[in-house]
Structures are given as C-alpha cells and as structure tokens.
C-alpha cells in the first residue's frame, strides 16, 4: 500500500514538473508583400491552375523574407524575419516552411524552424515547431497563425503569429 502510495505521488510530481514546463512565446504581425517596388515575397514558379479567389494558382512557390513586427503597423519596431518557402494547394490551402530569425532582443541570432499547413480561410490556423538554432536547438511547439488583412487583388497579406517555444533540456 506505501508503495502505490508513493508511487502514485511520484507520478503525481513528475506530471506536475512536464506541465509546468513555460513554453517561449513571441507575438508578431508578419508582412507578406508581393506588390512593387519592395516585395518582401517573390512567385518563382506560376502554378497551371488558378485558384477561384485570389491572384494565386495550385503549384504557385512562392519565397519569401518578411519582416516580422511587434504591433500591425509596417513600421512598428522589427524584432525579427520570416524566411522560408509557401506552396499553394489546391484548396486554398499553402505549406508552409520557414525559419524565423529574431534579430533582437535575448534571443537575437536564434532560429526557429517552423512548417505546417495553412487552410487559409480558417480564422485560426496552427502549425508546427520543429527544431530551431541557438536557443531553441531542438526546441518544440506550435504557432497560431490569423489572418489580420489581406488584399486579395495582390496577395499583400498581414498575418498574425503567436508562437510557443518549448526550449529543449540538452
Ligand atoms: C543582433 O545581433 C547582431 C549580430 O551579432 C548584431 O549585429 C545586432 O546589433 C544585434 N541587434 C540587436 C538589436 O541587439
């Protein structure tokens, strides 16, 4: 009976110590510009099937290195960049893979890997934390993604991100 007891504590104290485990989080407005005369997302390959909304086709690639804002206003303080690849589905759906690269702050010089699919038209979309560089060298975690404006004429879009971290225990 002593020993269900303590174990039953210890199980107790070790799912109190992996829930109690702070995730990183960082909140920015991503600026995805396709339109002149500063692009910050570029089309290197037109996909043959164009989409029913939108500029975009199924099989688009598009690269992309947005500059990623603490508040939604373009020239709100930078804190770090979004640099990666979207492929367009055929459902209004993108793949994301990217890295952020924060350039300030404790965490300046770090990366983190992100990929995941973005169902466009969802008001709330989550993709996931696969690893990271610096500090978050084989971090964990996910990012909400929303969609704060978008001009469906030119693609410009300004996304919304809030991203966990769970650093690794190296
Ligand atoms: C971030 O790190 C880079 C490279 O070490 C450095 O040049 C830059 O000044 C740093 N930025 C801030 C805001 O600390």
């Known amino acids: 009976m002593a020993s269900y007891l303590l174990s039953l504590l210890f199980l107790s104290l070790t799912l109190t110590l992996v829930i109690a485990e702070k995730p990183v989080h960082f909140h920015f407005y991503q600026h995805k510009t396709f339109s002149a005369p500063n692009p910050s997302d570029v089309r290197v390959a037109k996909g043959p ?24 206003e373009a020239t709100s303080p930078l804190l770090g960049r979004a640099q990666g690849l979207d492929s367009v589905m055929n459902s209004l759906t993108v793949t994301w893979v990217f890295n952020i690269v924060l350039t300030c702050g404790e965490y300046n010089g770090s990366t983190i890997a992100i990929m995941g699919r973005d169902d466009i038209l969802l008001p ?31 693609g410009d879009a300004e996304l919304e991100l809030d991203v966990y971290v769970y650093p690794a225990k190296l």
Request: charge should be negative; proline fraction near 9%; hydrophobic fraction near 45%.
């Open 49 to 72: 099937i164009p989409l029913p909304v939108g500029p975009f086709s199924f099989g688009d690639i598009i690269v992309l290195d947005d500059p990623l804002t603490s508040g939604p």
């Open 124 to 154: 709330v979309r989550e993709l996931s934390v696969v690893g990271g560089s610096g500090a978050f060298r084989m971090a964990r975690g996910y990012v909400l993604l929303k969609t704060y404006s978008v001009d469906i004429i030119n």
